[in-house]
């Protein structure tokens, strides 16, 4: 209860075209991109990092600024956690941005294992997501780490390709992934799209050449945000 009343108090006061930050109980950590008044944001987009990857502040300002009547939050301190207790507090602060901008429509874009946990979010409080934007997404790992080695490395965690059943028929994904991700290869990404291509999710599936695991710094992935955004209705 501390975490939401902290993060929501720093949320409800508005924000400068810069940023704005807030520390937590959770850990979590906040730099804010965009228009101060909350009621002229058409989307808002939440970005999850993933450890030791490219800057997601830099492209939360990028996506701020191409993407029209857009706010753009980073959210830092997305540990490589999938337990249920952390996707709670990620939840809870899209919650609370979501309240900030009530007219938004909501892109998470992940980054890593960001990218697992907004697909995560998105099977487990579907509310909450309007479109995703998923980046060398470990989305199956865990299915992987089992057939392997006949268990979990971690039994608490979640794994994407089990929570995609509670996702909302209604969202937009976009899956990238670099032809060239020894991190997070293609087929941890491609079972997922698929999975989601099969419940009829409207899934934008692309391999990326000549690229590598660090991606979020790669034009593709804002002009992929951009089309997300272009591409779903308004609220109202």
């Known amino acids: 209860m501390h975490f939401k009343l902290a993060l929501l108090s720093l949320l409800l006061a508005g924000c400068a075209t810069t940023q704005s930050a807030v520390h937590a109980t959770s850990g979590l950590h906040a730099e804010t991109y965009g228009p101060k008044r909350g009621s002229s944001v058409q989307t808002l987009i939440v970005v999850l990092h993933g450890k030791g990857t490219p800057d997601h502040y830099r492209f939360a300002s990028a996506a701020a600024r191409a993407i029209p009547d857009a706010a753009a939050v980073a959210l ?6 999938r337990a249920p207790k952390h996707l ?3 939840g809870d602060a899209v919650t609370a941005l979501r309240a900030r901008y009530p007219q938004a429509r909501t892109i998470v874009v992940g980054n890593a294992d960001g990218a697992a946990i907004a697909a995560n979010l998105a099977g487990i409080r579907p509310a909450l997501v309007d479109g995703m934007v998923l980046v060398g997404c470990p989305c199956t ?13 971690g039994r608490e965690n979640l794994d994407p390709l089990q929570t995609a059943g509670g996702i909302l028929p209604s969202i937009r994904v976009a899956v990238l992934v670099g032809a060239n991700d020894k991190i997070t290869p293609a ?5 997922y799209a698929e999975a989601l291509a099969l419940r009829g999710i409207a899934t934008d ?3 990326l050449p000549a690229r590598g695991h660090d991606l979020l710094d790669d034009p593709e992935v804002l002009a992929a945000t951009e089309r997300l955004a272009a591409a779903m209705p308004k609220k109202g």
């Open 76 to 81: 830092t301190e997305v540990r490589d956690d």
């Open 88 to 90: 709670a507090a990620v």
């Open 141 to 153: 790992r865990l299915e992987m780490e089992q057939q392997t080695s006949g268990e979990h490395s």
């Open 187 to 191: 087929n941890f990404s491609r079972a």
């Open 205 to 207: 599936y692309r391999i």
